[in-house]
């Protein structure tokens, strides 16, 4: 029986998506299923809702409960923490290129590598320079891969995967949603997610 | 050695308070914490960052999300849901008697009542005849009680409750604070909370 698909919706500049980004692949496994990486913009969906900005910055007590809380997070998981400054960051070069790798080895690394460099480190994410250095650390031919990241067909495409997250109801991230359309938003609705999608296809 | 104290505050018109307060006691017996009940009123917190109603009606993404979240949370809790009509309702006066009744006996069991009705079975909690009944029903004199709750020092501590819950930096609930002060949001975030607690107890 093939494993039950989970696409796992996030946004390179969204905090809670760096520990689902660490976590998702070893909780996927033991839950018997798989995911598919499905990055996004959460800009338009913020703007959309009236926001110019991260909720974490428009409402203080959430913005100062939330870095409390990640700080926390990542302490139990062991993985390093540093507050990106400024928050948040442009991700669409970020995104662009995880688009570009559809299908590719080194996607997945990264990805990874993006999360751990803007929220374990701190560093930026958002110029062409450090976009290149990650792409080539994960792997991949950075030169032809920054230039797909920047054609039309790219655009169009993380285009139409932000629309599509509106479609689905997304309005955060990390989500996941179901092979039977079941939307979990947040790091810590993953295992429920999972536990989801694996129980609906033994149905 | 005595047991570590969390605060558990919530709103009786919070969505996610309901699953929380069912589940309070037998985490914290598991967890070695105890816990004390801190009603508050979310409403003066949520005009103080601009809303005039439930986050959950503003952004009407994530009141539909939220709402299908708790139900699934309910069915796994296998505890009854059903979605108050109107969404939010004043929780004002419930929240007096549960302040009146600080220190007596039939305290959790009324708050229990009082969000088993709400989300449980969509009963209004909004009038004097309904926190009345619930108040008899939990086994407090419900006459006096109510004559209580709308005295003029209960009224008082309500507001200065709720004041220390802002001045926490609590924006949302259930929220729990841990007697080191750490702020911890969500149902979601209990276990988290009490083993926090417990943890730095023991150091």
Redesign the interface.
């Known amino acids: 029986m093939s494993k039950p698909v989970v696409d796992f919706w996030f946004d390179f500049a969204s905090t809670y998506s760096y520990p689902a980004s660490v976590r998702a692949a070893a909780q996927a496994a033991e839950a018997g299923v798989a995911i598919r990486y499905r990055p996004f913009l959460l800009g338009p969906i913020f703007k959309a809702?009236g926001w110019d900005s991260s909720p974490f910055n428009i409402?203080a007590?959430?913005g100062?409960?939330m870095w409390?809380?990640l700080e926390?997070l990542c302490g139990a998981l062991s993985i390093p923490f540093r507050r990106p400054d400024p928050f948040p960051q442009n991700s669409m070069l970020a995104a662009r290129a995880a688009i570009a790798g559809d299908g590719e080895a080194w996607r997945e690394a990264y990805c990874l590598a993006v999360f751990r460099t803007h929220f374990g480190e701190g560093r930026p994410i958002d110029t062409a320079e450090a976009i290149g250095a990650l792409l080539h650390e994960a792997g991949a031919p950075a030169h032809s891969m920054l230039e797909l990241a920047q054609s039309d067909p790219v655009k169009l495409r993380l285009r139409t995967e932000t629309e599509q997250a509106?479609g689905l109801?997304?309005?955060?991230a990390p989500s996941f949603v179901t092979p039977d359309g079941?939307?979990?938003?947040?790091n810590?609705?993953m295992e429920?997610a999972f536990a989801?999608a694996r129980a609906h296809a033994d149905r």
Do not use: V
């Not at 109801?169 to 955060?172: C, D, K, Y």
């Not at 079941?182 to 947040?186: P, R, T, V």
């Open positions: 809702q409402y007590a959430k100062r409960y409390r809380d926390r509106a109801g997304i309005f955060g079941e939307l979990f938003w947040g810590d609705r429920a989801w």
